[in-house]
């Protein structure tokens, strides 16, 4: 890149001043992640729009971390965002609006630019894979009180004890986090700190039959319907919007709640029989697309900066060929390549996205029994079973 190049994106682009970050610190912004030396002050030449930024402190031999916490930022050209180090409870805190103008403009005259590492724009694009749905407002609905996000405030979620390999190193990392890092904003409230939709796991319905209600349930076209309609006001952008904010909030900032939600979501809309085909063709391409890329980059093999275990993570928890991701994509797969009309873009992305899943977790989608066109494994845990709720009232439920 030229000086000239260089230099107009210095003066158009957004930076992240970072005052007093202790060497070792780990921090990232996108897909990109650092470790602080001694003339680390930020990063420079952000591209306008949505940004992810998350870090994590460091003992002082910068062998053992806490957990992350990041937060969302849509940043304007010429930006300058400050935050400053506080050393006691070890997190980036905001300044006040006369100190952050008074460092911005220091910033603009390009007094702390050999302090600044510049953006990664090789990467941008790779970035706007993961974040193209999500908007400002979609930040602003999903967020937590506060914007901080951290697996620190999500204990309660692990009531009961962690169950699966992704909630037992997530809890791991809990029971590791330094006194400081778990005291940092001790006025935010703990638990379910997110605003996210509310996805219901089964339909319940009085009044109707059990194999009605069976057909309900294998197919949630009918679920997803409701929920586009009365959660997301028919926008199916926002949909994705929280699709893409649940798994960077879960992949980037490490949170539970956030991998939960991100389920909750791939479940609905992989458990849809009707809409690919019929309804809401459209949405299941891009939402095809969507999570061929979340999970292109949540399984590659080599991370291009300090290891956060964020990948491992990944890899140690869905690499199982009985994990609920296997087991969804088996049989939506099997609906694609056998149904008699499919969309031309929807049929290509998802024959894509199964074969990254089977060159990069060598899984096998092989269909081993057949109920009512959806295929399960005889042990396969997420098989519909319906059993009577109350005879005499005649309603029933979906146990999956």
Not at 326 to 354: M, N, Q
Request: hydrophobic share 35%; glycine share 8%; with cysteine.
């Amino acid at each position: 890149m030229d000086s000239e190049k260089a230099l107009e994106l210095v003066k158009h682009g957004a930076t992240l001043l970072f005052l007093d970050v202790p060497q070792h610190t780990l921090i990232g912004i996108d897909t990109e992640m650092f470790t602080v030396g001694t003339a680390f002050k930020g990063i420079k030449m952000i591209p306008p729009g949505i940004h992810f930024v998350f870090y994590s402190s460091s003992t002082r031999d910068g062998k053992e971390f806490s957990p992350t916490i990041g937060f969302f930022v849509d940043v304007a050209p010429s930006q300058v965002i400050v935050r400053k180090w506080n050393q006691q409870d070890e997190w980036l805190a905001k300044l006040s609006e006369e100190e952050e103008e008074r460092y911005s403009q220091a910033v603009k005259s390009l007094e702390f630019d050999k302090h600044l590492g510049p953006y990664n724009l090789s990467q941008y694009g790779a970035w706007k894979h993961l974040s193209n749905y999500i908007t400002k407002d979609v930040v602003e609905k999903f967020e937590p009180v506060g914007g901080e996000i951290t697996v620190i405030y999500e204990s309660a979620i692990l009531k009961g004890g962690p169950k699966t390999e992704m909630e037992r190193a997530l809890d791991e990392q809990m029971k590791k986090s330094k006194s400081g890092a778990a005291s940092s904003t001790t006025e935010q409230p703990k638990g379910n700190r997110f605003y996210y939709t509310s996805i219901p796991g089964i339909i319940k319905h009085k009044g109707i039959s059990g194999q009605e209600l069976t057909s309900l349930n294998l197919d949630k076209t009918q679920l997803l319907e409701s929920v586009l309609s009365k959660e997301y006001k028919d926008s199916e952008d926002l949909l994705l919007g929280e699709l893409q904010f649940s798994f960077v909030a879960f992949l980037m900032g490490q949170s539970l709640e956030s991998f939960m939600q991100w389920k909750s979501l791939v479940s609905l809309l992989l458990g849809c029989t009707e809409a690919p085909f019929q309804t809401r063709s459209g949405l299941f391409t891009k939402f095809i697309e969507v999570i061929y890329h979340q999970l292109k980059y949540g399984l590659q093999k080599e991370s291009s900066g300090p290891e956060m275990g964020v990948l491992a993570l990944l890899d140690d928890s869905w690499l199982a060929s009985d994990s609920f991701l296997h087991l969804l994509c088996k049989d939506f797969f099997a609906l694609v390549e056998e149904a008699s009309v499919v969309d031309g873009d929807l049929l290509s992305w998802t024959r894509k996205f199964k074969e990254l899943l089977e060159n990069r977790l060598g899984w096998e989608f092989q269909k081993k029994s057949d109920v009512d066109g959806i295929y399960f494994d005889e042990d396969d845990e997420y098989a519909p079973v319906v059993e009577m709720l109350d005879e005499s009232h005649g309603d029933y439920y979906m146990a999956t």
